[in-house]
Each structure stands twice: as structure tokens, then as C-alpha cells.
């Protein structure tokens, strides 16, 4: 159990009422001015962005706990006070200006790629910087992490549902449908996601995805929404996996298909990517439009793609393959598709041309180059030896995603992915894993019923990585493959207080989302 102290032990509140100080400052009508109006007059004069709450955060500074050297004090007169306001950075006076601040201390903290004995701070859902509180601020409170790990939320860019309901099949409820999966997703450590939506008709689309795009992260929210992942329809059929083949389309008119399918406005607002087979009739050339028409990523999957068409639509933009060996052409010694993909570089020659055969400058290859790929670690999807190789390969693109669908966290019984029937119960022949996901009356997999965080218990044990390495492919990854790595699946000062305890054998034991600590009481 880990403590969360309300205060410092040892510190005292200096409970200073502003009103009782009294400077020998004059007003232009000679009567002698009060701490308190002298603060609200100097106080109009710091940043804008600060937002109406700044007087009022700034008067507590008066009733800090005990102040360290430089601190403010009881004896500090408004006029020092507005100087040394006034004097600070940017970064400082938000701090000065902002709410409460805590400490997480006694831990070994997920940063620069390694386990560091170090603290993480927090204040207003952001990582902080504690240099820059010297001699300004303490913590408000502190929590002792007993010498757990602390690092970034999970982040799980392929969810298709949790707890009963499913993205694709729960259109009318689709609201509650995602407090639902939220809620209970963040209590697992998946701080952040993408709720992905299977192969349907364009009506769906249109209904489900305005209530899928990007929502924050907090108690009342659960985890945050970083928009929908569209998997499909425009995929091969010959690799449909659990999709339903009559949903599955073409794009010979080009982006005008992706348009009466989606809705450009829709994809532009509240998709983060999307899943496309790169040989179907229209979709290679549309990769480069999609990506800056709609700013959302592109991701090949459920394809029988050469290796040829493949590095064609990497170049073109597509920086990510759908759960690796599923739902593709095998690995082949004289033509290994999209799995080929994995041995991608900047001396690629495949991938020193763009999708128009243009070269690409040499300062953007290295970007251009990189290739993550998505990988259902439930010991089922994919054999371990099979995610040992991948991730020798090319460590830096491995992603975990979950693949979940709707029977996830819940007893063996008939669900839905979709529209397609799914069964959940024992599958005899896969030793060592007693349940799985297949669709009715057949031996396909229809998604996963595994959590984020055994993924990554099993990507450990599959890789013999450490343990850095696996909750990176949990966090850093998925947060770089979608471009939001500055805020998400890191613990780097001004990424948002997503954070997670874990025990040295990757099991859950706090939550944070926005710094807010997440119990089953207050999700």
C-alpha cells in the first residue's frame, strides 16, 4: 500500500493573513496600502496565459509550509514579493501562480531510457521541473512509493472494447460505451488509448467516430481517448481475420472513397490512424493524401502486400504495421512482404524515395525510415519466438497493443466484435493459455481478452528484455508511433501526470491520470 501524506512532516504552515502586513508604500491618495491591494494591483501585470485563478494562487503563497531559504516569508513585503514574481521565467511564475504541488519520492523512476533513483514531481495534470521551484515552493504534499517503479501511464493504440461493449456493435450507447471501457482500462494502468472500430458500412462510421475522437484523461473521463483507430474496410480479403468480408472495400475513386466511407471531417477531427491494406485498388496513392488532407497516420495491415507495394506505402507516409504476423503474408526468403519491413534503414533503398518516386532529402530519411509495429503479446497471437525475432530485429519499432475486444475483463460466454459472432472459452491446443477469442463455429481469432499490462509482463519473458525495454514498448513506442511523444509514454518535465507504480515483477499498484490518483472509489 502506498502512502499518500497529506503535508510535510515536520513543516509548519505559516497561515499569514495578507491583510495584517502593512508596507510604507503610498497610494496616490496618500493612505498607506495593504499587502493584500498592493498583490491585486501587481498581480494584473503577469501573463495572460496564467488564466483567472492567478491572484488567487499567488495570495497562497502566503500560507506555504515552512519556508527553506528564499522562500516566502511571513516578513516578506508585497513589493519584494511582485519583484521576485516579476523577475521569474515564464516556467517559474506559472509554478508561483499555479495549484498544488506533489512529490513522488522514494522510487526508481522510468526516465532517459533507465531506472533512476530520482523523484517525479507534479502540479496542474504536467510533470514539473523541481529545480525551478528552488526557493519558491514546496511540495504540497508527498507520496512515499515504498522503492516501487515509477513510470508513464500505459498507452494502448488498439482496443476494439472492454467490459461488454465494443466500439463497432454499440452504436447507440456508444457514450457510455466509452466511460465504460475507460473507466475500467485506467484501473489496469492504460492511461491513455485508441478506441478502434472493425470493418463496417459507412453509417457506422458516421455514428460512431464524432464520439471517439480525443478526450482527456481523469476520474470522471477514466482513461484519455487519443482518437479512433479505424481498422478497415479497406483491406484485403484474402486476410480478413475477424472482419465481415461484405463490409470490405476498394478506393478506385481515390480520397473521394475514404470520403463517402469515413467523412473527411470525421477523419480530420477524430480519427488518430488507420489500418489499410496498401494493394487494394486505390489505396497506395491515397496514403500521402490522407496523411495531409486529415493529419492522421497510416498503418498496413490485413494485407498481401509484396515487399515491393509495402516500402511503397512506407515511403508514401504509413509508419506502422498492424499486429505483426497476423492477418498478412508469411515471412517468405524471396519476398517477405510487410514483415520485410522490419529491417528497414536509412540505407534502405526501397525507402530513399518517397510514394512518387521523388528521393527523400538525407536529414528527413532517419524519420522517414522508422517503422513500429504492433504486437499482441497474449502467448497466442503470436508464438514467443516469433516476438523474440521481431524484436531483435528492431527493437526501437516494437508496440504492444492489446487487440482487445469486448469480452475483455469478463467470464467465458458469446460476445460481438462488430457485427460477427465471437466465442470465448478454452482453445485446447495452444498450451498454456486456457481461453481465447475465436469467431463462432470457426478457429479465428477474434481479438484478444488479454490486458495491457500482461502484455507486457509477456513481451518480457518472450524477449528476455529488461524491464525498461518492456514497459517502453507499452509507453515510450505507441506515444512516438502516433507523434505524441512529448506528452504521453514519458515522465520528461511538461508531459501530462499520467503515472503508474509498478512491482519489479510488472504487476499495477497505483494509478495516475493528470496527476489524480485513480482507486476503484473515485473512477
Known amino acids: 500500500m502506498v502512502t499518500v501524506n497529506a503535508s510535510i512532516a515536520g513543516e509548519r504552515s505559516l497561515a499569514v493573513r495578507p491583510e495584517a502586513m502593512k508596507i510604507n508604500t503610498k497610494t496616490n491618495a496618500g493612505r498607506e496600502t495593504s499587502a493584500a491591494s498592493f498583490l491585486d494591483q501587481e498581480t494584473r501585470a503577469l501573463p495572460a496565459t496564467l488564466g483567472s485563478d492567478c491572484v488567487a494562487n499567488t495570495r497562497r503563497l502566503f500560507a506555504l509550509p515552512g519556508p527553506p531559504s528564499g522562500l516566502i516569508s511571513p516578513s516578506t513585503s508585497p ?33 532517459n531510457h533507465r531506472l533512476e533513483h530520482d523523484d517525479v514531481w507534479f502540479q496542474d495534470g504536467r510533470i514539473i521541473n523541481p529545480t525551478s521551484l528552488y526557493g519558491l515552493r514546496n511540495p504540497d504534499s508527498r507520496i512515499d512509493a515504498r522503492g516501487l517503479i515509477v513510470a508513464p501511464g500505459l498507452v494502448d493504440v488498439q482496443l476494439n472494447g472492454a467490459f461488454g461493449y465494443d466500439f463497432s456493435f454499440n452504436k447507440s450507447d456508444i457514450a457510455t460505451c466509452l466511460d465504460v471501457v475507460s473507466r475500467g482500462v485506467l484501473l489496469q494502468g492504460c492511461t491513455s488509448f485508441c478506441p478502434t472500430t ?3 458500412d459507412s453509417e457506422t462510421y458516421h455514428s460512431v467516430l464524432p464520439n471517439l475522437g480525443r478526450r482527456p484523461g481523469s476520474l470522471k473521463n477514466g482513461a484519455e481517448s487519443l482518437g479512433a483507430h479505424v481498422e478497415g474496410p479497406f483491406m484485403n480479403p484474402k486476410k480478413k481475420g ?26 480530420r477531427n477524430y480519427v488518430a490512424y488507420m489500418t489499410v491494406a ?18 492522421i497516420g497510416i498503418s498496413q495491415g490485413h494485407s498481401v502486400a509484396t515487399s515491393e507495394v509495402a516500402c511503397q506505402a512506407h515511403a508514401g507516409g504509413a ?10 503474408t508469411s515471412f517468405h526468403h ?36 522508422t517503422v513500429f509495429y504492433g504486437l499482441i503479446c497474449d502467448g497466442i497471437h503470436v508464438h514467443p519466438s516469433a516476438v523474440k525475432i521481431a524484436y531483435n530485429s528492431h527493437p526501437a519499432g516494437a508496440v504492444l497493443v492489446t487487440d482487445a475486444m469486448g469480452a475483455m475483463g469478463l467470464p467465458d460466454g458469446h460476445y460481438k466484435l462488430g457485427n460477427m459472432p465471437v466465442v470465448v472459452g478454452p482453445k485446447a491446443d495452444v498450451k498454456g493459455c486456457p481461453r481465447a477469442a475465436l469467431i463462432q463455429g470457426t478457429d479465428t481469432l477474434a481479438g484478444s481478452i488479454v490486458t495491457l499490462i500482461e502484455c507486457v509482463r509477456n513481451f518480457r519473458a518472450f524477449t528476455q528484455c529488461s524491464i525498461v525495454e518492456a514497459v517502453e514498448a507499452a509507453t515510450l513506442r505507441p506515444a512516438q ?39 476503484p472509489d473515485t473512477v
Not at 283 to 288: D, F, T
Request: charged share 25%; proline share 4%; glycine share 8%.
Open 481 to 519: 508511433m502516433l507523434g505524441i511523444e512529448r506528452r504521453k509514454g514519458t515522465l520528461d518535465y511538461g508531459a501530462d501526470a499520467d503515472i503508474i507504480f509498478l512491482s519489479d515483477e510488472l504487476y499495477v499498484q497505483q494509478v495516475f491520470v493528470r496527476g489524480e490518483l485513480a482507486t
Open 79 to 111: 513589493m519584494r514579493l511582485t519583484r521576485a514574481l516579476h523577475s521569474r521565467t515564464d516556467e517559474q511564475v506559472a509554478i508561483i501562480a499555479g495549484g498544488p504541488i506533489a512529490q513522488i519520492y522514494n522510487c526508481r523512476v522510468l526516465r
Open 334 to 369: 524471396r519476398d517477405p512482404g510487410i514483415v520485410g519491413l522490419l529491417s528497414a534503414s536509412r540505407s534502405s533503398e526501397c525507402l530513399k524515395l518517397d510514394a512518387n518516386g521523388v528521393p527523400i532529402p538525407e536529414q528527413d530519411l532517419a524519420e522517414s525510415a
Open 278 to 295: 496498401p494493394e487494394v485498388d486505390g489505396v497506395l496513392e491515397a496514403i500521402p493524401q490522407l496523411i495531409s488532407e486529415c493529419q
Open 242 to 267: 475477424a472482419h465481415d468480408v461484405s463490409c470490405l472495400r476498394s478506393a478506385p475513386n481515390g480520397l473521394a472513397d475514404f470520403d463517402e466511407c469515413y467523412g473527411l471531417d470525421n477523419l
Open 319 to 328: 509508419r506502422m504495421i498492424t499486429h505483426l504476423f497476423n492477418a498478412m
Open 198 to 200: 472493425v470493418s463496417s
